[in-house]
């Protein structure tokens, strides 16, 4: 098994501009999800997925999007990409349908610029 | 307000000693979690815990649900323990999964 899967591990953008951040899991995980990670705080929810279909917001859903047409698929777009959204991004699955009822699964990270 | 505090925040120590890092909490929880960052930035599971203890290898994971604290031990540390460990928890109300800021811990040859 590959495990949890994300590209690009690096990315740069521009003030304005859309990007999709691809993450795959091969586990047939029903829950995923997708976190941020800024200096200084902890992991932060941005949005999840309990299952093929069904999506919904974190703790901080706005500006990015997600859909999850697929159990083994959950992308996240910046519609409009700023500032404040350079981080670090991880996308996570475990077995269950909700977030950590069993072992976590993390991707490697996606480290994102926005000039 | 944070649902999940750690200490310490840094922590150095010589390769050899036994380590303590401890993770307070808020919220009634139904899971525990200790994972494990590596300076490369990959997050790996260490336990998941709802009542008592764990051990694997040289780690040592406990939790008092009564006091809302856990610790994560490691005995004989080594440089390669060098990483951040973060504590989380799955809260009883709600699809709710809190994270500590981690504490870094470099340990020196």
């Known amino acids: 098994n590959a495990g949890v899967t994300q590209t690009p591990k690096f990315q740069v953008l521009k003030t304005g501009q859309s990007m999709t951040l691809q993450c795959a899991q091969d586990?047939?995980?029903?829950?995923m999800s997708w976190y941020r990670q800024d200096p200084g705080m902890g992991l932060r929810l941005i949005h999840y997925s309990v299952g093929a279909g069904i999506t919904d917001q974190g703790e901080v859903p706005n500006g990015y999007n997600v859909s999850r047409s697929t159990t083994e698929d959950f992308p996240l777009r910046l519609l409009s990409a700023a500032p404040s959204q350079t981080s670090v991004y991880f996308c996570a699955s475990n077995k269950g349908a909700l977030a950590g009822t069993d072992t976590q699964y993390f991707g490697p990270g996606t480290r994102l610029t926005v000039l | 307000k944070n649902e999940v505090e750690q200490s310490p925040q840094n922590l150095t120590a010589q390769e050899g000693e036994f380590i303590t890092i401890n993770c307070s909490y808020s919220v009634g929880i139904s899971a525990l979690h200790w994972l494990q960052q590596h300076p490369g930035g990959g997050i790996v599971s260490l336990f998941m815990l709802s009542s008592g203890k764990k051990k694997h290898g040289r780690l040592i994971a406990t939790i008092n649900i009564q006091e809302k604290h856990s610790s994560l031990h490691i005995t004989a540390s080594h440089p390669r323990d060098s990483a951040v460990y973060i504590c989380?928890?799955?809260?009883?109300?709600?699809?709710?999964?809190?994270f500590g800021t981690g504490t870094s811990l470099t340990v020196i040859p």
């Open positions: 586990m047939n995980h029903e829950y």
């Open positions: 989380a928890v799955r809260s009883w109300d709600g699809n709710q999964f809190y």
